[in-house]
């Protein structure tokens, strides 16, 4: 076959191969180009997961006739000239219509606001029919019917009806985010309703009708520059993560993406805070000169390309911890609501008695399950047989115990000792108690606060750590007798190579014959840790990490396995002054609020919370 031309409508549907992957595109291209004309409000309805309907409607500036009939060609836009690099639009390549309209049966009507009615076109495989006359109001309407008629085999590639539909909301709720000034709706029997007002200049409002009303009280706010690149948002706590990343949305001067190099920055940001398996919240606004990011890469447009890549990464980065450790101890409130929740019973006891069960022949049963002719009533003192309130004397009810009346009464008041009391003038308190040798009651102005010790030190030892290695060599104290530690020969091999990088950190170690390693000088931080899991488990982590490489590039992880293993056990008994030492240095310290692996440190539960379990309010 010699080389020809191809016909214009295969042009197009090899284009939608690029463009139109599933029904979500469509809505994407869809709604992209209504916010581009002007829209204030947009309505999307679908049915079939968007195989069989997919509707927009806005109220844009609209199109006129020519342009109508322009806009289902290739390659025809108004939104760039000449160039490529100042592109201030959602959509720029012309692209879209005319490929929608070569799988699918498309229909556009359109009305500017000047005009006296709207005009019709549309687009059957790629075929399009003659332009007409029609009803409509201001703005444009677009509707695809039979996505992907003309190209069956690509329907047997997408999923099922509910999955499409889903993905359809996630692409609507990204774009809502960005553009919170604009109303969007979303219908159609394959779903249910979703209406998100506009919330004019209001993005945490927008957010919170995305993400949920948690998400204010759950995330912390982000302002910087550096250089040409401005970066604003919202980030989550680090006790506030999830399952997946689905809850981070980036968005480049206003446009969603889903760029790698911006995911893969916010996830080195939360490294030392976070879990394995375990992602955090953001939604992360960049704004830059356009001539200094390509949007072109892609026919889909979700990825950037930036002239320096670094830049934006450093000040992702650095924006975030600066946040994170502004934020100083603090922990998610969500963690308190949880608490509450599992206080609260589902009915009082009183409720509970007062209410007769029914048994299956419709009489009623008492308490202890004899069937009665009547339900029993709630219990009153006035009731009692035995003690009635009117016969009662103050005090004692035999006369001969009465002068016990002037006994001082038992307290479970607790008087501090010292002249401060810090639950008045400190954040987290002052210790109260400690509950199973492992969790810390402090009391503060305005309620109680609980601390795990464990992750609370461990979390202390880690920051500890870091500075000490960002300043130099950790200190190091000497062991009276080394430790033996009996390992794998591979195990031991591994350590071995790194013994010099260890020896930074100020684990001192060697070989102590082929399956042994000996350690001669622990980090003086560390205290009285436990020097055999610890080497063992840093041998466990290097054999996953690679054999190839040093810890130079992983020091936080090892940081952080060494706090694990230095920090106060669960099951210590501390002393009050201990408890109290430990709350203040965890006031002082940024990032208190988790420990090395994400998980909360403290709950604090206000007093108006204790007072609900109590029904007192």
């Known amino acids: ?315 992702i980065i650095g924006a975030i911890r600066q946040a994170l450790i502004a934020e100083g101890d603090r922990a998610s409130p969500s963690a308190r609501s949880e608490l509450v929740h599992a206080f609260s019973p589902g009915q009082s006891a009183t409720e509970t008695w007062g209410k007769p069960d029914s048994g299956r022949d419709g009489h009623h049963l008492h308490k202890d399950g004899v069937p009665g002719s009547a339900p029993r009533t709630a219990w009153t003192p006035a009731q009692s047989p035995s003690r009635p309130l009117a016969m009662r004397t103050p005090g004692f009810g035999e006369a001969g115990q009465a002068e016990f009346e002037a006994a001082a009464t038992p307290s479970g008041r607790y008087e501090p000792d010292h002249d401060e009391d810090f639950s008045q003038t400190h954040r987290l308190g002052a210790a109260r108690a400690q509950v199973h040798e492992n969790y810390i009651l402090a009391q503060t102005r305005d309620g109680m606060v609980i601390v795990d010790q464990h992750a609370a030190h461990e979390r202390l030892v880690f920051e500890r750590l870091k500075t000490a290695l960002r300043q130099g060599k950790v200190a190091s104290q000497i062991l009276l007798l080394p430790e033996i530690i009996d390992l794998p020969e591979e195990d031991c091999d591994r350590l071995a190579e790194r013994a010099d990088d260890l020896a930074g950190f100020g684990l001192v170690l060697e070989r102590f014959g082929p399956g042994a390693i000996a350690v001669r000088e622990t980090p003086a931080m560390l205290g009285e840790a436990d020097v055999a899991g610890l080497v063992r488990d840093l041998a466990d982590e290097i054999a996953e990490w690679d054999s190839a490489g040093g810890l130079k590039d992983r020091l936080e992880a090892v940081a952080s396995t060494m706090a694990c293993h230095g920090s106060v056990r669960s099951g210590r008994r501390l002393t009050r002054e201990e408890m109290d030492a430990l709350l203040r240095e965890m006031e002082r310290t940024p990032g208190s609020g988790q420990c090395n692996h994400g998980r909360p440190t403290y709950i604090e539960l206000k007093l108006s919370d204790i007072e609900k379990l109590f029904s007192r309010r």
């Open 1 to 315: 076959m010699r080389i020809h031309q191809l016909p214009e409508t295969l042009i197009n549907q090899i284009a939608a191969g690029e463009v139109i992957e599933r029904p979500a595109s469509v809505v994407k291209e869809l709604v992209e180009n209504a916010i581009d004309a002007g829209a204030s409000r947009v309505e999307i309805a679908t049915a079939g997961g968007g195989k069989a309907l997919i509707r927009v409607i806005d109220d844009g500036r609209g199109m006129d006739a020519e342009d109508l009939q322009l806009a289902v060609r290739r390659h025809c836009t108004s939104k760039i000239d000449e160039r490529l690099d100042d592109i201030r639009t959602l959509g720029f390549r012309g692209e879209a219509l005319p490929s929608i309209g070569s799988v699918a049966r498309l229909t556009l009507r359109s009305r500017p606001a000047e005009a006296a009615h709207a005009n019709e076109i549309s687009l059957e495989g790629g075929v399009p029919t003659a332009l007409k006359p029609a009803a409509a109001n201001r703005g444009t309407t677009v509707e695809v019917r039979d996505l992907f008629f003309a190209t069956p085999a690509r329907l047997k590639f997408l999923k099922s009806d509910r999955a499409e539909t889903a993905a359809i909301t996630e692409v609507v709720r990204r774009i809502a985010i960005a553009f919170p000034s604009v109303r969007f709706t979303l219908s159609g029997p394959d779903r249910s309703s979703l209406d998100m007002a506009a919330t004019g200049e209001d993005r945490l409002g927008r957010i919170g009708q995305v993400l949920g009303a948690e998400f204010a009280a759950n995330t912390i706010g982000l302002d910087a520059v550096r250089e040409d690149v401005a970066l604003t948002g919202h980030i989550g706590l680090p006790t506030w993560n999830k399952a997946n990343s689905l809850s981070q949305y980036a968005f480049v001067n206003g446009r969603p993406v889903q760029d790698k190099q911006i995911l893969s920055a916010i996830r080195a940001a939360y490294s030392d805070t976070l879990p394995r398996g375990r992602y955090p919240v953001a939604v992360l606004w960049i704004t830059i000169d356009p001539a200094l990011v390509d949007v072109n890469v892609h026919p889909a447009k979700a990825d950037v390309r930036f002239r320096d890549p670094a830049l934006v990464r450093g000040l």
